[in-house]
Every structure is written in structure tokens, then in C-alpha cells.
């Protein structure tokens, strides 16, 4: 855990980029703490701007992203990871050098390069971030009050950001109930690949597979708890997953290849008629599964904090 300032420094000016779930619940938590004077938002739809600025969650549309960071002293993007680039280079030559900038993205790695290449020298001014707080529905309707509450928020800064910057970070993200911890961005990338990433794509695959086939509505017409709770995630945005799985294909290709090769194994027992060795199998795991559940806090939700807005 990094330890934090409290209370946090006010944010005079804060710009959100993708004002969805995260970014939006981020600045209503801001709101209600009284720790920021004024929210502009820009995003890709118009409609989901509007939304945003009826219910508060910010306070002004900006046309452009470079247009909501003028003049801000906190920069908060919250957009698909694979946006990040452009993103990054469309706020640079506008960027106050006394400007925190950070993100939510369930990749970091990726992230961090495009910083870097975007603002040069001035990158030391972005401490990257992901709260573990996602949750099916995206956009500015599903933004809400203590959504961070009690979740993790990870850190992972650059060797070049000022310390006293990544605190007034953690202090805020503290303020809004999210317990706050350090990590480097290759082991983020590699631990998200495998709690994350991974069961996503299984639990696309698992429903693109049925609903291809020619009785598959028939198949899930008869579908339990069991189906509900497995393809839940399948419900996430595509294009944000699409991005999540290319910004981080390297360790996820190695837990894929993990994955696959245990499903050949269990399917090699299936296959073989093997009770014992399967019975076995499913006995470990129910074992690693109650007992992570009865003594770990853990560090990821079934639906990534990215947010396509």
C-alpha cells in the first residue's frame, strides 16, 4: 500500500477524456468530496456528453480533447487503451507543464510507451493508474457515487514522476474509498493478462461458439446459473476488449497457451474415461478456489475499469 496525504490537494480544473464509468463515477466522488471547483468532459458522443452535464457528473463539453485539458491541472483519461496515441499526441502541445496526467487502462505497458512517445520529456508528468472497479454498463448514465469504495486502485509510476505528484494522485483516489497499491507496469500487464483478459476471451469464445450453432438459442433457452455466471462477461464492449487484447497479446498469447494446453489435458481425462485423475483435477481447484475466496482480497473485478465513451 502507498501511504497518502490526507487530505488530498483540491483539483481546481479536471478534464476528463471519456466521461463513462470510471471517468465519470471518479468526478461525481470528486464532486460530492468537494475536492475539485470545475469538471470538463470530451468525449467521442455527443449524446453521452449531454447525459453527463444533465445528471452532473461534469460541469462543461469540451469540443475536443485538447480543448478540455487547456488550462487543467488534473487529466484524467479515461478512454479505450487503444486510443491512447492519438489521444496523447492531440493533448501534448496544449498541456500545462503543471498538469498531472493519468489514466484508468487495464494495460499499462502499452500505455506508458505511448506517453512517452506522445510528450517526451514532459511523460513524467503522467503516473498511470487502474482502478478495479468495472462493471457491464459503460457511458455517463452508469456513472455513480462510491464505485471505487473499498476497491483497488494500482498504481504503477514512471522512474521520472515526482513523488509528491504520485501522492496527490493516491490521496484523491484514497478520498474516494479505493485502496491504493504499487506496482511495476510489466508484472500489471502479466498478472491482468491471467485474472482478467484471459476469462474474458474464454467467455467470448464460449458464447460465440454456441450461438453459432445451428440449435444454440434452443441451447441457451435451457442454460442455469452456472452458464449465466461464466459468460456474464461476454457482455463487455467489444472494441474495448479488442483493444485490451492487442495492447497486451504478449503475455496474453503465454496464459492462453497455458489455458489451452490444461483444457487439452482435462479433455484428454474426459476422453480416456479417467474418473480419478478428473475428480482429482476438480478437487485442487475447488480447494485453490475456496480458499482464495476465504482469505484473499482480490485484485480484479470480472469486468475491466476501461470504458468506451
Known sequence: MIPVPVPPVPVKRLAVIG???????????????????????????SANLDVAC?????????????????????????????AMPALFAEIASVLSPKA??????????????????????R????VPAHPIAGAENSGAEAARHG???????????????????????????????????RMAAAEHDRIFAAVS???????FALMDELAGRPDGDNCMRYAGA???????????????WRDISLANRAALVTELD??????????????????????????????ARRHWQATSTPLTTDVSSDNPA
Open 226 to 240: 452456472g452458464f449465466r455466471d461464466f459468460t456474464r462477461i461476454a457482455a463487455s464492449h467489444p472494441a474495448m
Open 197 to 203: 483478459h484471459l476469462p474474458h476471451l474464454a467467455a
Open 147 to 181: 464505485l471505487f469504495s473499498g476497491k483497488p486502485l494500482i498504481l504503477t509510476p514512471l522512474p521520472e514522476n515526482d513523488s509528491q505528484a504520485v501522492n496527490r494522485l493516491a490521496a484523491l483516489w484514497a478520498a474516494c474509498g479505493a485502496r491504493v497499491v
Open 54 to 82: 444533465q445528471r452532473g457528473v461534469i460541469d462543461h463539453v469540451a469540443a475536443s480533447a485538447a480543448e478540455a485539458v487547456a488550462d487543467a491541472d488534473l487529466v484524467l483519461m479515461a478512454a479505450p487503451v487503444g
Open 258 to 287: 497455458a489455458y489451452l494446453a490444461k483444457l487439452q489435458h482435462v479433455r484428454s481425462l474426459v476422453a480416456a474415461g479417467d474418473g480419478p485423475a478428473l475428480e482429482a483435477l476438480f478437487e485442487r481447484a475447488r480447494s
Open 19 to 45: 466521461v463513462g464509468l470510471i471517468g465519470g463515477s471518479f468526478s461525481l466522488d470528486l464532486k460530492r468530496l468537494g475536492c475539485v471547483g470545475e469538471v470538463v468532459g470530451a468525449g467521442r458522443s
Open 100 to 121: 498531472l496526467v493519468t489514466d484508468v487502462g487495464s494495460t499499462k505497458q502499452d500505455v506508458i510507451a505511448a506517453a512517452r512517445t506522445a510528450l517526451g520529456g
Open 123 to 126: 511523460a513524467r508528468q503522467f
